[in-house]
């Protein structure tokens, strides 16, 4: 049922809380984005929104940065943008594990990388046009927290190893699972929420990572371990601006700063899964947004965003990396050096 006293469509935000209007409930996908695009553009810093279906929407502001040239140095420059989000409690738990998901809208952009592209792979082509839809998608990567929280929910398809993880590392990624692992996370979480939640495909993974860039970080042209977390021994464009090495996974969201969209370690610190099957190129790849598949009845899949262990050129926007279960396996064993996580998407669908 509808909550009772939503404005009709011409109604204006008062106050600190405003609500959708009743139409939005029985449109089609892009019908219900774009009441959400036009309500959030009416919303400053700290109010909030309401859409049949979704937790409160609120606007924030989240630190960004730009890596920026001046006389021949690189240099961080800092700034704020302001991003809508809303929390999805995860409330199995004693204590209070959210999971926080950003406004990600719907566009067009050019996915891959340019021939000239520094490092590039012949996998990161040929470019060409996607549009994407407007969704939901995790600020951060899925939390060793959150994964215990959803492990602990009734099982849909398959058992969750609940991973006894220090207490220290909860706000780290969860790493070392496997693709159906996460397919399993994303169904209970869906059943437990009554919202569609899965993985990202690979395109709305890059235009998420790249929030209208086409440089290979979306920072910049260049890469710093001041903004993220990876193995800075080989510089990139020559572009290396001096900072710490952390040497290890970190806490997601550690450097402090997040991308246009409000999302933070698209680059660096894990690798992340997509839904897609791997293919070699993007010849005949869909252009809607979709994730691509394959008739290969145990298909390889796809990591993005490189790791914290990994060279700059590793964490590119456009660096696409083959993840089949037999690449995991190292003298016989299970490689616990891959550093492979996720985070989620919510869709609009129903």
């Known amino acids: 049922m509808l909550p009772e006293n939503i404005p009709e469509q011409n109604d204006v935000v008062l106050g600190d809380r405003a609500q959708l209007p009743r139409q939005g409930a029985v449109l089609g996908t892009a019908g ?3 009441l959400i695009q036009e309500q959030l553009a009416k919303l400053n810093v700290g109010q909030e929104c309401h859409y049949p279906g979704l937790p409160p929407i609120k606007a924030v502001t989240m630190a960004t940065a730009r890596l920026i040239k001046y006389e021949d140095q690189w240099f961080v420059q800092e700034g704020e943008v302001p991003v809508y989000q809303y929390v999805e409690p995860l409330s199995l738990t004693q204590s209070k594990v959210p999971l926080e998901m950003v406004w990600i809208p719907g566009g067009t952009f050019i996915m891959g990388s340019p021939q000239n592209e520094p490092h590039r792979f012949k996998n990161e082509g040929p470019q060409h046009r996607v549009t994407v839809q407007s969704c939901f998608m995790g600020r951060y990567p ?4 959150q994964w215990q929280a959803v492990a602990a929910m009734p099982m849909v398809e398959r058992q969750l190893n609940l991973k006894d993880t220090d207490r220290r590392m909860k706000q780290y990624p969860i790493v070392d699972v496997s693709w159906e692992d996460m397919v399993e996370f994303c169904q209970r979480l ?7 939640y899965r993985l990202p495909s690979e395109a709305e993974w890059e235009y998420a990572c790249r929030e209208g860039t086409t440089t290979p970080f979306y920072f910049g042209e260049v890469i710093s371990p ?3 977390n990876f193995n800075p021994s080989v510089t990139y464009k020559n572009g290396q601006i001096a900072a710490r090495y952390t040497g290890a996974m970190a806490k997601v969201g550690s450097k402090g ?4 969209f409000g999302l933070y370690d698209m680059h660096g610190n894990a690798w992340e899964l997509c839904a897609d099957h791997w293919h070699d190129n993007y010849v005949g790849a869909p252009t809607d947004g979709r994730a691509w598949l394959s008739n290969d009845p145990q298909p390889a899949r796809v990591r993005r965003g490189g790791s914290w262990i990994l ?3 590793s964490c ?10 037999s690449s995991r396996i190292h003298r016989g064993s299970p490689d616990r050096n891959l550093y492979i996580g996720f985070r989620v998407v919510c869709c609009l669908e129903t």
């Open 142 to 145: 899925i939390t060793q927290a």
């Open 316 to 325: 590119r926007s456009a660096r696409r990396v083959s993840d089949h279960p």
């Open 257 to 260: 700063y997040a991308n246009g």
């Open 190 to 196: 869906t059943h437990h929420s009554g919202r569609l």
């Open 226 to 228: 001041d903004v993220v």
């Open 32 to 34: 219900k984005a774009r």
């Open 311 to 313: 060279d700059a050129w």
